[in-house]
């Protein structure tokens, strides 16, 4: 049974993506910082009949992450995790500004750098970003996380081109506006045009299901119809 690591798996996106995995035959490793939550997200995955295994791991921490995913040999792993302090940049605090970089960025270098070595030994395996489309459109607010989602297109294609000859396929899943607890929102009916995380997570199935010698690099999704006097996203 090939194993799928899922990072920021105890809720929204991560936890869509590790529910949709497991039902694809995944064993799933979700990874998160807080336990109750992953281990409600786990217990839900294996009542449903699928695999999955908790590790609570604060992805931004390098010591941890190497103590924990170094030497891991895992077939999928998907960059889930991620924050935003969506603010004006005069309003964004330096500790704001420092843990978007640690999370959104910094976070990628050390789970990734941790895992991939067994994916290259074998030849095979797959590195799934989530970004956003934030990360080529400005908006007022997003000087820091639109930032640090450009940060995850490009890292992502050169990461791409770097491991392509070893096997390893590396792809990026750009969502709109999707109806989660991001960012300390509450969903509620106005957030009904919204996609869904399970629509991110169908997308996700589908990039990494693709045959050995086709790759889906880059994935946009979005919601179909968007309320006037939204900005489009």
Request: proline share 4%; hydrophobic share 45%.
């Amino acid at each position: 049974m090939p194993t799928a690591l899922v990072t920021g798996a105890s809720r929204g996106i991560g936890r869509a993506i590790a529910a949709r995995l497991a039902r694809d035959g995944y064993e799933v490793v979700a990874a998160a910082r807080g336990r109750e939550e992953l281990d409600t997200a786990c217990a839900e995955i294996v009542a449903a009949g699928g695999r999955c295994r908790s590790l609570v791991l604060d992805v931004s921490d390098p010591q941890a992450v190497a103590a924990a995913l170094t030497g891991a040999e895992v077939d999928v792993l998907i960059n889930n995790a991620g924050i935003g302090a969506l603010k004006p940049f005069m309003e964004t605090t330096a500790a704001e500004w420092q843990r978007m970089l640690d999370v959104n960025v910094n976070a990628l270098y050390h789970v990734t750098h941790a895992v991939l070595p067994s994916m290259i030994a074998k030849r095979s395996g797959h590195v799934c970003t989530i970004g956003s489309i934030a990360g080529r459109g400005a908006f007022v607010g997003g000087s820091c996380y639109a930032a640090t989602k450009a940060f995850v297109t490009s890292w992502s294609e050169s990461l791409m081109l770097e491991l392509r000859e070893h096997g390893v396929k590396v792809s990026v899943v750009m969502p709109g506006s999707v109806a989660t607890h991001f960012n300390d929102h509450i969903p509620s009916d106005e957030d009904a045009w919204k996609l869904g995380a399970d629509d991110v997570a169908d997308t996700v199935s589908y990039v990494i299901s693709t045959p050995p010698n086709v790759l889906v690099h880059r994935a946009e999704v979005r919601t179909l119809t968007v309320p006037q006097g939204r900005a489009r996203r």
